[in-house]
């Protein structure tokens, strides 16, 4: 069973497209997260939902908009995208904040040409 | 502002060599202490974590791990290393609610 699963594994789009990347857990965790993997693999967090509620927004455009229908999604929509949004987009989990670990997903590889 | 540095982008290793993977971090605060694996094309895997109590802390795959306060370090080792450990190797440290997450460094063992 996959713990942390997320769709696509691979987007390809044109700049200015909006495009959603999907994250499901089944964990039964209370808190999930959004990162993002530079080409130098360099790891960033982007958001932080706990039971539902945002509770961390770094500094990211808003242009990124996660949107978390219950505890166990974390969707993440991209409106006019860039070239330097090119990265790979990993969700994660854990429960009851990090101290646990945070569990990942396979990543997203998106691509903007 | 918490930060983390590992000091190696890259580590080339023989195998059945040990080997460490240094990573310091700044922070005034008691922090929760990580290390992740990433294997090619992969998610990253949590390796061990450091919360409180012993300063040695052993994880998966035969790796462990030492804090130490007083260096602000929490480096990775391993006694001998396979072939299959070729991965990027992430050190992390954060509070309750963020991790941050130092630069990775790559992992090559050779035979």
């Known amino acids: 069973d996959t713990a942390v699963s997320q769709t696509p594994k691979y987007l390809v789009t044109q700049m200015g497209n909006d495009k959603s990347i999907k994250c499901e857990q089944n964990l039964g965790h209370d808190t999930m997260y959004w990162y993002k993997q530079d080409s130098k693999k360099f790891l960033k967090i982007m958001f932080s939902y706990n039971n539902k509620e945002l509770i961390i927004n770094e500094t990211v455009p808003n242009r990124f908009s996660p949107k978390s229908p219950d505890k166990a999604h974390l969707n993440l929509h991209i409106n006019s995208l860039e070239l330097g949004d090119s990265a790979v987009y990993f969700c994660?989990?854990?429960?009851?904040?990090?101290?646990?670990?945070?569990?990942f997903g396979p990543g997203t590889r998106l691509t903007v040409t | 502002a918490q930060s983390v540095t590992q000091l190696d982008s890259q580590v080339p290793v023989f195998e059945e060599a040990p080997v460490e993977l240094r990573c310091n971090y700044s922070?005034?605060?008691?922090?929760?202490l990580f290390w992740y694996v990433q294997y090619p094309n992969q998610g990253l895997q949590l390796l061990l974590k450091y919360l409180s109590g012993s300063t040695l802390v052993k994880g998966i795959n035969g790796f462990e791990a030492e804090f130490n306060k007083s260096q602000t370090s929490f480096h990775l080792r391993k006694p001998s290393v396979h072939i299959s450990d070729t991965a990027e190797y992430f050190c992390?440290?954060?509070?309750?609610?963020?991790?941050?997450f130092g630069a990775g460094t790559r992992l090559a063992v050779h035979p």
């Open positions: 922070s005034s605060v008691s922090v929760y």
């Open positions: 992390a440290a954060g509070g309750y609610n963020k991790l941050i």
């Open positions: 994660a989990s854990s429960q009851g904040g990090s101290g646990a670990g945070q569990y």
